[in-house]
DNA sequence: TAATATGGGACCAGCAAGGTCCTATATGCT
DNA sequence: AGCATATAGGACCTTGCTGGTCCCATATTA
């Protein structure tokens, strides 16, 4: 299935979210969550896939939270999904973890596909928080 | 996740392969899945999707089998995988039919990732069996 | 030192993906 | 007629991922 998964789609509510908060502040799991009717465990895991990728700075203790770590126009769609869901493979042929598919041989369209793939990247990385 | 399914890699194979077929005739299922290593009971499935969609032609019987019932210019990637895997959504507040997401009043990418799941439909039905 | 924040691992239920099996039906061949 | 072989389609099973929770360690502030 071609579908962002709601984990991305929470990530990206909060990321905007952040984009649009005074700038130095920080905003913690808890709040962005209960702003977006978004479950805060969940929430909170997701931050810290985003803040072990440099996208969002974090601050332990009371006062604490998260804020953004660049400009909105340098983070795009491609940044999130990778920080949450990991590198993007349009076919598994394509999965440079999980190797060996059985049709390797007579597979016709693994070539073609990673040609899509690259135009669908590019789609990706061309959307930025800012237009958002 | 953003990938395809193995069903409509499986099935984007297939339907390759009967573009490449001679005109006219009818390959059965079987040695289309033998052909590429695809377990056969799959691929029968996956084969009348494809038929019920209108992308390949069906024949009963000995000598039965499929053939493309396009000309492969006519039949886009976007094809294949609706026929395989239904509608695309790219995020599940587009989804028509599971509606009422929790975060509706305060979500706030909706309407550009709408955007760009245009974007990428476009990509996928600006690509046509042709192309592969 | 109590309160509150992140960091991160373990865990769980539900569901869809991948795949199999069985039966009904249509067609060609002997 | 009857058998072999093809599609049509439903039921079913298993495995892995998704969405989500819980718990504990660590850091920071009042």
Redesign the interface.
């Known amino acids: 299935?071609?579908?962002?998964?709601?984990r991305t789609?929470y990530g990206?509510?909060a990321i905007?979210?952040l984009a649009g908060a005074p700038v130095g502040a920080f905003l913690s799991a808890r709040e962005i969550a209960a702003?977006?009717?978004?479950p805060p465990a969940l929430m909170a895991k997701l931050m810290q896939k985003l803040a072990r990728k440099g996208l969002v700075a974090s601050q332990h203790g009371t006062k604490g939270g998260y804020r953004i770590a660049r400009d909105p126009s340098e983070i795009t769609?491609w940044d999130v999904?990778e920080a949450i869901?990991g590198p993007?493979?349009?076919?598994?042929?394509l999965d440079p973890i999980k190797g060996n598919c059985?049709?390797y041989p007579?597979?016709?369209?693994q070539k073609?596909?990673s040609a899509?793939q690259r135009?669908?990247a590019a789609?990706?990385e061309g959307?930025t928080l800012f237009?958002?």
Do not use: A, G, N, Y
């Not at 299935?1 to 709601?6: A, E, G, P």
């Not at 993007?88 to 042929?93: A, S």
């Open positions: 299935m071609i579908r962002l998964s709601k789609d990206l509510m905007r979210h702003e977006h009717r978004i769609l999904i869901e993007l493979c349009f076919i598994e042929c059985p049709q007579t597979c016709t369209v073609p596909l899509v135009r669908i789609v990706l959307t237009d958002l």
